[in-house]
T-cell receptor, first 117, second 117 residues
Framework: KNQVEQSPQSLIILEGKNCTLQCNYTVSPFSNLRWYKQDTGRGPVSLTIMTFSENTKSNGRYTATLDADTKQSSLHITASQLSDSASYICVVSAPTYSGAGSYQLTFGKGTKLSVIP | NAGVTQTPKFRVLKTGQSMTLLCAQDMNHEYMYWYRQDPGMGLRLIHYSVGEGTTAKGEVPDGYNVSRLKKQNFLLGLESAAPSQTSVYFC????????????????FGSGTRLTVV
């Protein structure tokens, strides 16, 4: 069964500090991996997306890494800001070979990050 | 460009009542999806559509029906609401069904919070 496990479940950090969120997956075959940010009461918004051939990808203060061999990804947030307080969701995509060109997304449960002043 | 719009944003139903959630997208996306998000769980796919006039079951379809009469709209119906359907519902759309970056990739709405009492 395809699974995506995220850790930690929740995290509290001081404003200005760095943090790293982890994502381990067992999805196979693998198409790509995306990190989403979900503010409270809002829908998920994409931060980065990586294919199996990409090792790292940055979006401002957010840097995602991917190790397709060990099936692990991390999201590093640099110089955190209060606005970074949100849930961060790791999503892994796999083709379903259903003939309709559809892909199956497996969502992690998310890491709830709180940045405090 | 509104992206994906969900209505209503909040709703309280009594057990046994029916309702329809509306999702509208203006990005000319072929694929549309309905997910539910529950505390401590990742997003789970309820139903999806790969084009106008088509629908298919996702991971948790029981108790829900959908229709895609127009390409831009995807409706989620609850015929007889149950407390177990208390959740936050997200609609998403994509151009090809593949998780890709940019405007062709997944775009989520802001959610509908449904409480069934």
């Amino acid at each position: 069964k395809n699974q995506v496990e995220q850790s930690p479940q929740s995290l509290i950090i001081l404003e200005g500090k760095n943090c790293t969120l982890q994502c381990n997956y067992t999805v196979s075959p693998f198409s790509n991996l995306r990190w989403y940010k979900q503010d409270t009461g809002r829908g998920p918004v994409s931060l980065t997306i990586m294919t199996f051939s990409e090792n790292t990808k940055s979006n401002g203060r957010y840097t995602a890494t991917l190790d397709a061999d060990t099936k692990q990804s991390s999201l590093h947030i640099t110089a955190s800001q209060l606005s970074d307080s949100a849930s961060y969701i790791c999503v892994v995509s796999a083709p379903t070979y259903s003939g309709a060109g559809s892909y199956q997304l497996t969502f992690g449960k998310g890491t709830k990050l709180s940045v405090i002043p | 460009n509104a992206g994906v719009t969900q209505t209503p944003k909040f709703r309280v139903l009594k057990t046994g009542q029916s309702m329809t959630l509306l999702c509208a997208q203006d990005m000319n996306h072929e694929y549309m999806y309905w997910y539910r998000q529950d505390p401590g769980m990742g997003l789970r796919l309820i139903h999806y559509s790969v084009g106008e006039g088509t629908t298919a079951k996702g991971e948790v379809p029981d108790g829900y029906n959908v229709s895609r009469l127009k390409k831009q709209n995807f409706l989620l119906g609850l015929e007889s609401a149950a407390p177990s359907q208390t959740s936050v519902y997200f609609c998403a759309s994509s151009y090809t069904g593949e998780e890709v970056d940019g405007p062709y990739g997944y775009t989520f709405g802001s959610g509908t919070r449904l409480t069934v009492v």
